[in-house]
């Protein structure tokens, strides 16, 4: 007789068959509802970044940072479906440590308004959601290129200016440097580089930080997927940026040689585009011969070949050949009651993630967002219509501040003032709780900016510094400076922020104030566009009442 003759064994067989199947059908809606509502949680997200922030130059890497984990993940796929076949979950414990930690990084990102913490959060919820669903040891097969979404979110002006300003005086001052050696007529002032009868200016592009960004965030893919030991993944990794530098470095002389034989309509038009391109060519040209002299200083490890049998110890098959049939014809109640109850039970878990996942969801799509609330300084200074000389004109009339992308504004003063010689100027000033970079809002316009160095405007009593760019479109152009003043204190970008933050989470009401000039002029004017805006802060300075004088121009020394 056959084990499975015996009455009622056979029968209990394929009700276990049956209820496993049943069991993997359920666990199967439960993941593809939660990468379902994952997906649509960050809809809004990926559309806010591609519609508007990575229009920026320094962020053009950012559109291929998602098909290539994409792609990551997909060439994984044999290891993976092996590792899926047992079906095994992780830790509960350690899965929803990362995954809530990204849903409050998500859900107060959204609320203030913070693209980058919104962005950043996708990594813990990935990270805790495949622990979760699929186990630690998919996590591992899946932890680079999780991380590697970490090139996804959009890096703060403030920080980019501090790391793109030191990269531009160095190059510059090797630039000098180095054509002098040659005795060719260089010069400098700051970041202006002179050359023969020409000018060039060491803008943000200069400083070689998009080569930089691009360029890592290519190469760690590469050398991710490459055959090679630790050590020399590591060298590969670490010689990018020191490459992207020297690259930069190349085409900054070369700009500089083609605009003093052949003028500045070749120099900084045609070539100065065409030199991007060769700066990518000596970065991967420079990384390919490391990597060949690695391989010849280093012998090539073979690929190890991977034990399928060793991974998964315990495929379904083998849970349903293991089953004895003597406990299940003793014990029937028990299997077709209790195992399928216990089953159940583990995978409620499943549901408490959907449940957070589809909070965060309705959240998102129907939930208000934070509105700043100022103490209202702005419409309480008196800031007269004529001054010593200067004849004003409201224009805040054409702030529609209704609009949803200005309802981070309290409240907006607006002016264009005119002196004596016909020359005038826009003074604006924002109540805002999340000030928008200049920068960022002139790229989105459709202008062209060009960084400067920081004006230094000396007053009675105090010094103010400023920050400054030409931006240009078209037959329009313009020298912005402006300063963000912060509870009567003068903040830089990033100092901006961590208030931000903390007035955020402390709840605190502040007066944040930016101010801002807009000077129309031309390029080869702009020292005289600093001097108008010099002149019209001393004039002001003089007609604004003493205690209200903190607000705008910062606590005297």
Same mark, same amino acid.
């Given at each position: 007789?056959?084990?499975?003759?015996?009455? #009622?064994?056979?029968?209990?067989?394929?009700?276990?068959?049956?209820?496993?199947?049943?069991?993997?059908?359920?666990?199967?809606?439960?993941?593809?509802?939660?990468?379902?509502?994952?997906?649509?949680?960050?809809?809004?997200?990926?559309?806010?970044?591609?519609?508007?922030?990575?229009?920026?130059?320094?962020?053009?890497?950012?559109?291929?940072?998602?098909?290539?984990?994409?792609?990551?993940?997909?060439?994984?796929?044999?290891?993976?479906?092996?590792?899926?076949?047992?079906?095994?979950?992780?830790?509960?414990?350690?899965?929803?440590?990362p995954l809530v930690t990204g849903l409050c990084l998500f859900i107060f990102g959204w609320y203030y308004d913070?693209?980058?913490?919104?962005?950043?959060?996708?990594?813990?919820?990935?990270? #805790?959601?495949?622990?979760?669903?699929?186990?630690?040891?998919?996590?591992?097969?899946?932890?680079?290129?999780?991380?590697?979404?970490?090139?996804?979110?959009?890096?703060?002006?403030?920080?980019?200016?501090?790391?793109?300003?030191?990269?531009?005086?160095?190059?510059?001052?090797?630039?000098?440097?180095?054509?002098?050696?040659?005795?060719?007529?260089?010069?400098?002032?700051?970041?202006?580089?002179?050359?023969?009868?020409?000018?060039?200016?060491?803008?943000?592009?200069?400083?070689? *930080?998009?080569?930089?960004?691009?360029?890592?965030?290519?190469?760690?893919?590469?050398?991710?997927?490459?055959?090679?030991?630790? *050590?020399?993944?590591?060298?590969?990794?670490?010689?990018?940026?020191?490459?992207?530098?020297?690259?930069?470095?190349?085409?900054?002389?070369?700009?500089?040689?083609? =605009?003093?034989?052949?003028?500045?309509?070749?120099?900084?038009?045609?070539?100065?585009?065409?030199?991007?391109?060769?700066?990518?060519?000596?970065?991967?040209?420079?990384?390919? #011969?490391?990597?060949?002299?690695?391989?010849?200083?280093?012998?090539?490890?073979?690929?190890?070949?991977?034990?399928?049998?060793?991974?998964?110890?315990?495929?379904?098959?083998?849970?349903?050949?293991?089953?004895?049939?003597?406990?299940?014809?003793?014990?029937?109640?028990?299997?077709?009651?209790?195992?399928?109850?216990?089953?159940?039970?583990?995978?409620?878990?499943?549901?408490?993630?959907?449940?957070?996942?589809?909070?965060?969801?309705?959240?998102?799509? =129907?939930?208000?967002?934070?509105?700043?609330?100022?103490?209202?300084?702005?419409?309480?200074?008196?800031?007269?219509?004529?001054?010593? #000389?200067?004849?004003?004109?409201?224009?805040?009339?054409?702030?529609?501040?209704?609009?949803?992308?200005?309802?981070?504004?309290?409240?907006?003063?607006?002016?264009?003032?005119?002196?004596?010689?016909?020359?005038?100027?826009?003074?604006?000033?924002?109540?805002?709780?999340?000030?928008?970079?200049?920068?960022?809002?002139?790229?989105?316009?459709?202008?062209?900016?060009?960084?400067?160095?920081?004006?230094?405007?000396?007053?009675?009593?105090?010094?103010?510094?400023?920050?400054?760019?030409?931006?240009?479109?078209?037959?329009?152009?313009?020298?912005?400076?402006?300063?963000?003043?912060?509870?009567?204190?003068?903040v830089d970008w990033t100092g901006q922020k961590i208030k931000e933050l903390w007035h955020s989470l402390t709840?605190?009401?502040?007066?944040?104030?930016?101010?801002?000039?807009?000077?129309?002029?031309?390029?080869?004017?702009?020292?005289?566009?600093?001097?108008?805006?010099?002149?019209?802060?001393?004039?002001?300075?003089?007609?604004?009442?003493?205690?209200?004088?903190?607000?705008?121009?910062?606590?005297?020394?």
């Open positions: 007789m056959y084990p499975f003759a015996e009455e #009622g064994c056979f029968s209990l067989y394929y009700f276990q068959k049956r209820n496993i199947l049943s069991i993997k059908i359920f666990k199967t809606m439960i993941h593809a509802i939660v990468w379902l509502l994952t997906v649509l949680l960050y809809t809004p997200v990926f559309y806010q970044l591609y519609g508007g922030r990575w229009k920026t130059s320094d962020y053009t890497h950012a559109y291929f940072i998602l098909p290539l984990f994409l792609w990551l993940v997909w060439r994984k796929r044999s290891i993976l479906k092996e590792f899926l076949r047992n079906g095994q979950s992780g830790n509960a414990v350690v899965s929803f440590i913070y693209i980058f913490l919104t962005s950043l959060s996708l990594i813990p919820i990935l990270y #805790g959601l495949v622990s979760y669903l699929y186990g630690r040891e998919v996590v591992k097969i899946l932890t680079f290129p999780i991380l590697y979404l970490a090139l996804i979110p959009p890096i703060p002006v403030g920080i980019i200016d501090n790391v793109t300003l030191p990269l531009r005086y160095g190059v510059s001052i090797a630039t000098e440097g180095i054509l002098r050696i040659f005795h060719y007529p260089i010069g400098r002032e700051g970041l202006l580089l002179f050359i023969g009868d020409n000018e060039l200016f060491m803008g943000q592009p200069c400083s070689g *930080f998009r080569t930089i960004i691009s360029m890592l965030s290519l190469t760690m893919v590469y050398v991710y997927i490459s055959n090679g030991s630790l *050590f020399k993944k590591v060298v590969l990794s670490s010689s990018i940026i020191p490459l992207s530098v020297f690259s930069n470095f190349i085409r900054v002389v070369a700009i500089c040689l083609v =605009t003093y034989y052949f003028g500045e309509t070749v120099g900084q038009g045609f070539f100065h585009g065409f030199s991007g391109t060769l700066t990518f060519m000596i970065t991967i040209i420079g990384l390919f #011969g490391l990597e060949y002299l690695l391989g010849k200083c280093m012998k090539q490890p073979k690929n190890p070949v991977l034990n399928f049998t060793q991974i998964n110890k315990r495929p379904v098959s083998a849970q349903i050949s293991d089953i004895s049939y003597t406990a299940l014809k003793n014990h029937p109640s028990f299997h077709s009651f209790t195992g399928y109850f216990t089953n159940t039970i583990k995978h409620t878990k499943g549901w408490v993630v959907i449940i957070a996942l589809l909070i965060a969801v309705i959240y998102c799509f =129907t939930g208000t967002r934070a509105k700043y609330v100022s103490n209202d300084v702005l419409s309480q200074l008196e800031i007269p219509l004529e001054l010593n #000389g200067w004849q004003g004109k409201n224009t805040e009339q054409e702030w529609n501040r209704d609009d949803d992308k200005y309802n981070f504004i309290s409240n907006v003063f607006d002016r264009e003032y005119v002196n004596k010689d016909g020359k005038n100027l826009y003074w604006l000033i924002l109540d805002a709780g999340n000030f928008h970079n200049p920068k960022v809002c002139s790229n989105g316009a459709g202008f062209k900016v060009k960084d400067l160095n920081n004006a230094n405007f000396p007053l009675f009593n105090r010094m103010v510094t400023a920050h400054c760019l030409y931006v240009e479109k078209d037959t329009d152009s313009y020298l912005l400076v402006y300063w963000m003043c912060i509870d009567k204190n003068i709840n605190k009401k502040k007066t944040g104030l930016m101010i801002r000039f807009d000077i129309p002029c031309r390029e080869d004017a702009i020292e005289d566009a600093l001097n108008l805006a010099k002149e019209f802060m001393t004039d002001m300075h003089q007609s604004v009442p003493t205690d209200q004088l903190d607000y705008i121009f910062g606590k005297s020394t």
